[in-house]
């Protein structure tokens, strides 16, 4: 008690907190802070559910697709007697990492839809359910383009079907490319030559999205593969592809902002009249249709030595930890059935990966989403494996370093070749 | 028991609070054992629920951290369960890999150019708003804004104003004049993590203004009257007075900094995802690549334990020299 005697009394009331015990309370703050560092462990609700109750997760959560699914699902629970469905929505960033900590936690979904890059780490990790043999007594494999549905192939075996189908075309702006005397670009020649004349004041004459991740990725392979390289041969194909952008980047003629630019953000370029050109897929049609600032039109990428796109889209899995495979098949069966799944496609603003749809609808006379349609003939998918995160990251590491200058592009190429190479061989 | 003044100076400071448990106590005057024990047990009763909650929120992924660190673990070993023991694999892994390096060289920028700022304009900030002036609290209130704002908030809102073609940043250099400065701070290569570093500091100044202030207002103003009846001037009570007893305190600021910084990630993730190119992959970024965007989830596990090695060693060293302060007052 002699500490207490000894200290003088705190009427000076001025000081809220003796400068001892803060430092004490700072002192183990520290500590715990330090300890609650960037811990990385994970956990999840059990998500236990009924027999006839299945699990459905996805990312489609825009507005606009709610009342379709909702519809779609409706119809499925009714032509499955007794089945409920319950759903559950992700940012599109979310679901992937949340199937992989559900792997974990045991809580997964008995279904989803997912981007159809996914199978690469999915399907090899036996997280998904063998549908070869369900598929082959359904039979309509065929009915669906080559490049959709060899995504959800690997090693011969069929691990998903394709929802929905979408590839990269190239917009323009009709008044701008008018007032420039420039007709739309059908080979890069005419391509870096439009967008050179094209760019004036304060307007690029292109637009595309570099950003670090799978976007970028997304929006360069075409460049690569239009080349007639392929990520086997990324030194050379990825360094020709790489030069093409970087050329365009130091003309000026495409804006050295792409590398921090989704393709949102290239879209709002173009819909704001800062980009003469831009690149992006379907799903930016509504929007476009919707306002009146800009006129546009659409043409297929142009191309190098073959036409190529990137092929994006959603897959139908059922995860291999369901034991409700069987209704959950089903549920996939009735959505694609070609009446539910042209209502649902229509209304969500989807291009169905199905040829035999194509000659429907207004697949077929919206002159527009017949570009997209007709361009799934060319569109690659990117099924490298499992290992894809790890090339993909290489060649948008690749991208960035060129475009912002950092990186010669056959050095950009060659960094990328080495961390990808090993990867393939795998 | 003795008076005694601090020794980095001569003048006598306010009396610290130490309190001292009876059994640990100097006095060693031991009250009777049964007593005693029943005191511990009661004790041990009383901190069970936080030991539980330390043990179950903080102990509980530590220890899982350690174990997923020492396994081979990608997304097939996740569902089927079976993790192989790959011994310091892992680690070897991770420290053989030029990006965890450059990472960790990009951290210490990080950390290193925020600290620096932060505490700076901290400071400045505290002993302006040590004196009273009129709507002192209102304006003290408002800088806290920055610092209650989430992350992805003041991570959005720095993308936007450093935006070059639309930025509110770039709009303010055109101007006043500065067009060849005018460019997107995010989007070059060499700027970028100057800019993410700005955005980090316009968040930690309020912090660190905070718990200053509080430092300073627990100052006995006798000791600056007597300065000054001394004849000492303002520099010279700063330079004398003000910072030799703010030491302690501004080390503790430092080292919560410290802390904090070094595992900032929702921020730069936010305003550049690590890029351009690799510019401003922080070592918390290097590890979320790749546990969650390349699934090798026991190395993302080794290189977040290493990580966490870090702001571990300085917060014990901290601690122990806080100990020993402690013994010897």
Not at chain 2, 178 to 205: E, F, Q, R
Not at chain 2, 236 to 252: D, E, G, I, Y
Request: positive net charge; glycine residues 10%.
């Amino acid at each position: 008690m002699a500490n207490r005697a000894n200290r003088p009394p705190t009427a000076a009331g001025r000081g809220p907190l003796p400068r001892r015990s803060f430092l004490r309370i700072s002192g183990s703050g520290l500590l715990a802070a330090g300890l609650a560092g960037p811990l990385t462990a994970c956990g999840g609700g059990g998500g236990g559910s009924s027999d006839k109750n299945l699990l459905w997760w996805d990312y489609l959560v825009e507005d606009a697709r709610q009342p379709g699914i909702k519809a779609l699902i409706t119809g499925i629970e009714k032509s499955v007697p007794g089945l409920k469905i319950t759903r559950r929505t992700f940012p599109y960033a979310e679901l992937e990492p949340a199937l992989i900590k559900g792997a974990a936690s045991g809580d997964l979904p008995d279904l989803a839809i997912v981007d159809n890059t996914s199978m690469n780490s999915l399907a090899p990790q036996g997280l998904l359910t063998d549908l070869t043999d369900r598929v082959k007594e359904w039979g309509q494999a065929d009915a669906y383009y080559k490049g959709p549905w060899s995504s959800g192939v690997i090693d011969g075996k069929t691990y998903s079907v394709p929802n929905n189908a979408n590839c990269l075309a190239l917009y323009y702006n009709t008044e701008l490319l008018e007032k420039a005397g420039v007709e739309p670009p059908k080979t890069w020649d005419e391509l870096s030559a439009a967008a050179r004349k094209l760019t004036r004041g304060s307007t690029f004459g292109l637009a595309m999205s570099a950003v670090k991740t799978e976007e970028g990725v997304f929006q360069l392979l075409p460049f690569l593969w239009s080349a007639g390289g392929d990520l086997d041969t990324f030194a050379t194909g990825g360094a020709t592809a790489l030069t093409f952008l970087g050329e365009l980047v130091k003309a000026g003629a495409l804006s050295k902002q792409c590398v921090g630019w989704t393709q949102q953000d290239v879209n709002t370029q173009f819909t704001s009249g800062r980009a003469a050109m831009q690149i992006n897929g379907p799903w930016q049609l509504p929007g476009l249709k919707q306002q009146s600032k800009v006129k546009w039109g659409v043409v297929p990428l142009p191309v190098d030595k073959e036409p190529a796109s990137c092929l994006g889209g959603e897959n139908w899995v059922i995860l291999g930890t369901s034991g409700k495979a069987d209704q959950a098949w089903r549920a996939i069966e009735y959505s694609q059935r070609k009446k539910p799944l042209a209502a649902y496609l229509g209304s969500v603003g989807l291009l169905p990966a199905r040829s035999d749809m194509a000659e429907s609808g207004d697949w077929a006379t919206d002159p527009t989403l017949k570009v997209f349609v007709q361009e799934f003939g060319n569109a690659r998918p990117r099924a490298y494996g499992e290992h894809y995160p790890q090339m993909s990251q290489a060649m948008a590491e690749a991208l960035q370093a060129t475009l912002t200058g950092s990186s010669s592009p056959g050095a950009a190429a060659k960094k990328a070749a080495d961390a990808i190479t090993p990867k393939l061989s795998k | 028991m003795t008076t005694h003044s601090t020794r980095s100076t001569e003048l006598k400071v306010r009396e610290p609070v130490v309190f001292r448990s009876p059994a640990a106590g100097t006095g060693g005057r031991r009250r009777g054992g049964s007593l005693a024990t029943r005191r511990t047990r009661a004790g041990y009763g009383m901190s069970a629920p936080a030991l539980l909650f330390l043990g179950a929120t903080m102990l509980f992924p530590l220890v899982y951290n350690l174990w997923t660190s020492v396994h081979q673990v990608e997304i097939g070993d996740l569902v089927t369960g079976d993790w192989a023991f790959n011994g310091a694999d892992n680690y070897d892994a991770v420290v053989s890999e030029g990006a965890f390096w450059h990472a960790a060289r990009i951290s210490l920028l990080f950390t290193a150019g925020s600290l620096v700022f932060q505490f700076t304009i901290g400071f400045a900030l505290a002993l302006l708003f040590v004196r009273r002036f009129p709507l002192a609290g209102l304006f003290r209130g408002l800088m806290l804004v920055a610092w209650l704002l989430p992350p992805i908030v003041s991570g959005t809102l720095f993308r936007w104003m450093l935006d070059a073609d639309s930025g509110a940043y770039n709009e303010l250099l055109r101007t006043i004049g500065l067009d060849a400065l005018a460019h997107n701070w995010l989007t070059d290569p060499s700027t970028a993590l100057p800019g993410v570093i700005a955005a980090n500091v316009w968040v930690g100044v309020p912090f660190n203004m905070l718990l200053l202030l509080v430092g300073l207002q627990s100052i006995d103003p006798a000791l600056y009257e007597a300065a000054a009846i001394d004849g000492a001037g303002p520099w010279q009570r700063l330079r004398h007075l003000t910072l030799p007893l703010m030491r302690p305190v501004a080390a503790a600021v430092l080292l919560l900094g410290l802390v904090y910084t070094f595992k900032v990630f929702d921020l730069v993730f936010v305003l550049t995802g690590g890029g351009p190119v690799d510019s401003t992959t922080v070592l918390p970024l290097y590890v979320y690549q790749s546990a969650f965007r390349l699934f090798q989830l026991g190395r993302g596990a080794a290189a977040g334990t290493l990580l966490l090695l870090v702001p571990l060693l300085v917060a014990v060293a901290y601690v122990r020299r806080l100990r020993k302060e402690g013994a010897a007052a």
